[in-house]
């Protein structure tokens, strides 16, 4: 593969991305919330907490989205595979939904903040519906409460399910009016090179979430992005761009991984928009649709 090269500078810097930013969007995939066993990791969870308290000190809005109901539940379930009969699957969410919000609600609480569920389905992300999804979660971001939002993989049948978190988190990202989604995952980012067949492979430090090159890379064989869901990351990342809200894409694992993107440093891949006229107008429209919030309107102008 042709190695990366982004002539172009940067249109904004990492560092007013990630220092001004104040509503944050963090993904969490099921691989970085649970052990090689299927496990919450309730040690990463607790230290997730006490890094989001710190970021919420310093004025950050956060918004998490999680995955790993589904592998979690497996495990409680004791089945070996994952479940493929939709209602395995459903049982399987459920119990790992409830093991997981506990994990979570008592690590927030260990570290004196609260945290509330959202579980949602496709027709939740849509409008007219998703006006009272923002306004719930203004509601408990105004009362100091973390809103942690998932599909609603017990209940709600496949067709009413994005069935990807990535997607959940950019619509959440949209409606919310995010100005940072974070997708952590278990890459460093995207990588010039696949990292399994070139291990030392650096990162793409940032590019335009538009650049076909990404999914090409991300579709082909031996591609540079590690693992199949990188291609989602990409689309999500596309979506999010188009109504102005940067995407940077890191490794959950790296330490104090939201206190060091907050302090500017250079981690993972960071995905912006480049605009059109046309796009800076239909995102005005589409962000008064959802609240003519002027404050937060001031503040996107520069994403
Ligand atoms: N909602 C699914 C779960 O909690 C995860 C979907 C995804 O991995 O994107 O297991």
């Known amino acids: 593969m ?16 990630q220092k001004k930013s104040r509503r944050w969007v963090i993904k969490i995939g099921s691989s970085s919330l649970t052990n090689s066993d299927g496990v919450a990791n309730e040690e990463w969870i607790q ?19 999680t995955s790993g109901s589904v592998s979690v539940g497996r495990r409680v379930l004791a089945s070996e595979s994952c479940p493929t009969q939709p209602s395995a699957r459903r ?28 579980l949602v389905s496709k ?22 409460v973390v809103p942690v939002v ?13 069935g990807n978190n990535d997607m959940v988190a950019v619509v959440t990202a949209r409606i919310c009016g995010a100005d940072l989604l ?3 995952t278990d890459q460093k980012g995207l990588h010039e090179v696949d990292p399994r067949i070139s291990p030392n492979s650096p990162v793409i430090p940032w590019g ?29 990342a596309q979506r999010a761009a188009r109504s102005g809200i940067p995407t940077l894409i ?45 404050a937060r309107l001031a503040l996107s102008a520069w994403a």
Not at 93 to 115: H, I, K, M, W
Not at 150 to 162: I, R
Request: aromatic share 6%; hydrophobic share 40%.
């Open 47 to 65: 230290d997730l907490c006490w890094q989001i308290r710190e970021l919420r000190e310093q004025g950050v809005e956060v918004i998490l989205v």
């Open 91 to 118: 049982a399987a969410a459920s119990l790992g939904q409830a093991a997981l919000l506990t994990s979570f609600y008592r690590s927030f609480q260990g570290t004196g903040q609260s945290c509330g569920q959202l």
């Open 123 to 144: 027709a939740d992300l849509q409008l007219p519906a998703r006006r009272s999804l923002r306004e719930t979660i203004q509601e408990m971001m105004d009362a100091g």
């Open 208 to 236: 335009y979430a538009s650049d076909p090159r990404f999914l090409q890379m991300a579709k082909g064989t031996g591609s540079g992005m590690g693992t199949g869901g990188m291609a989602t990351k990409i689309h999500a």
């Open 150 to 162: 998932n599909e609603n993989d017990a209940t709600v049948s496949p067709s009413y399910l994005l």
């Open 2 to 17: 042709k190695k990366w090269s982004n002539s172009e500078k940067m249109p904004i810097s990492r560092s007013t991305v």
């Open 182 to 184: 974070l997708l952590l």
């Open 250 to 294: 890191a490794l959950a694992q790296e330490e104090q991984i939201l206190l060091q993107i907050r302090r500017g440093r250079k981690l993972g891949t960071l995905l912006l928009s480049q605009r059109t006229s046309l796009d800076r107008i239909r995102g005005i429209f589409e962000r008064w649709k959802l609240g003519k919030d002027k």
